[in-house]
């Protein structure tokens, strides 16, 4: 026995119901802040999520030279160095669990005339990084990683970065992002072409920002060179925090739940177009837009849900989205498909495994293949047990939304890190009607 680690309890019963706001979103506040530091002048920031992931990125881009005001309730000031302003950190950058701060700050300090060390957590030090190392490397940047392309990244900088044309083979927003942002500091154009859409939050920031790119068809390019302007970013609520009280609300009889303001940007909402694919009632209110992005209210009601087989072109639309959509699927009648999403394996967590193996413990039919899962679900399927979240705070989550309606209580190991995307999940959850209470443990 070290340490204490938390632990869920979810009792079945109760609905969904009222009205809540979810936090902000994670990629967008990510980006707020790097393009903020980047910006001549001052960003106001306000929906910023105050969770540890978006506060390592807040840290990293305060140890080189950046000055952020936190002024409360997600309002953070930050006061843009330019382009060239920032300075070499004292130290190494942690940035503890955060994939995205890992993969997108990689690329902002390829072009940097200073060398800098980025490290994590252990779950990021086993992540791959080579999908951003090798297009970077290209463009001439210096990067060390280990001998299996993961963290700790050493950038030594100082070197002259040329655009490239590069045609992702896997589609990520996280690399796309990286190379857009060294394509700040390259010489001529950078160009992207991505194999299928993901999220489009950097390309619209920028644009906000005041710095010119053009998309054609699927490719993105921009010029070395230009200048960030200071700006106001309104950071929606987070869809990916939504998608658990989507599911939740769809399941549990008597549900009716509105969640307001949350960003429904075209390249996020496959968990939406799966959920009604599968018989979900949700309904988009006021829709409008705020800071160039997509922003609606979303009413959710239950519904009974039915297997399917998940349509390809939805995949990497609601990639972050799966572990809630496996539970959605576990109580839906029937069979559920997903193929070509092998990108869950190497998330915060196995998340095809892990989920499979959660699922089973739990007495649902989950069968995990090498790109995806089959699930065997309908009424009655998921008993309750004791689940490993493997500090995954997605996984952590999904299982809790799936106690609603479990025939006995779910338990959920080790869940401190969904503080990482979503501070305040219990208190919400509990809020809005699920039977969830967290405590401490013991870490064996």
Do not use: W
Not at 186 to 197: H, N
Not at 413 to 435: I, K, R, Y
Request: hydrophobic share 45%; with cysteine.
């Amino acid at each position: 026995m070290h340490s204490s680690e938390l632990i869920f309890h979810v009792r079945p019963g109760g609905h969904m119901s009222g009205r809540i706001r979810v936090p902000g979103d994670k990629s967008i506040s990510h980006r707020a802040i790097m393009l903020g530091a980047l910006a001549d002048g001052v960003t106001e920031v306000s929906g910023f999520l105050e969770g540890a992931d978006c506060l390592a990125t807040l840290a990293a881009m305060r140890a080189l030279g950046v000055g952020i005001e936190t002024l409360g309730q997600g309002h953070v000031r930050v006061h843009g160095v330019g382009v060239d302003g920032l300075k070499p950190a004292a130290a190494a950058l942690d940035l503890g669990n955060s994939g995205t701060s890992m993969r997108l700050m990689t690329g902002l300090l390829a072009g940097q005339a200073f060398a800098s060390t980025l490290v994590g957590d252990a779950s990021l030090s086993r992540r791959p990084m080579r999908r951003v190392t090798e297009p970077l490397r290209t463009m001439g940047a210096e990067i060390d990683t280990t001998a299996d392309g993961t963290p700790p990244m050493r950038i030594q900088g100082g070197g002259a970065l040329s655009g490239i044309d590069y045609d992702m083979p896997v589609a990520s927003a996280q690399v796309k992002s990286a190379l857009l942002l060294a394509g700040l500091y390259a010489s001529g154009e950078t160009c992207v072409r991505e194999p299928a859409p993901t999220r489009d939050h950097t390309e619209r920031m920028l644009a906000g920002f005041g710095y010119a790119l053009s998309r054609t068809g699927d490719r993105i390019c921009l010029r070395g060179g230009g200048r960030l302007r200071g700006t106001r970013v309104d950071v929606p609520a987070d869809i990916s925090s939504a998608a658990f009280f989507l599911v939740a609300a769809s399941l549990a009889p008597g549900s009716d739940l509105t969640l307001e303001h949350v960003g429904v940007n075209p390249t996020r909402t496959g968990v939406i177009d799966i959920l009604r694919h599968m018989g979900a009632d949700i309904e988009l209110l006021a829709a409008r837009e705020v800071g160039g992005e997509p922003v609606a209210d979303l009413r959710v009601r239950h519904a009974p849900l039915r297997g399917v087989a998940i349509p390809d072109a939805l995949v990497p639309l609601a990639i972050d989205e799966f572990p809630a959509i496996f539970v959605a699927a576990a109580y839906a009648e029937g069979r559920t498909t997903l193929t070509g999403a092998a990108e869950l394996r190497v998330k915060e967590s196995d998340r095809i495994q892990v989920m499979a193996d959660g699922l089973q413990a739990c007495g649902v039919t989950a069968v995990p293949t090498a790109d995806g899962i089959v699930i065997e679900g309908g009424a009655g399927r998921l008993r309750g047990g004791t689940v490993n979240s493997h500090g995954d705070h997605r996984i952590a989550m999904a299982f809790a939304v799936a106690g609603q309606c479990a025939q006995s209580p779910v338990i959920i190991q080790d869940c401190a890190n969904v503080n990482t995307s979503f501070p305040g999940f219990v208190e919400l959850a509990a809020q809005a009607g699920l039977d969830i209470e967290a405590a401490a443990g013991v870490d064996t």
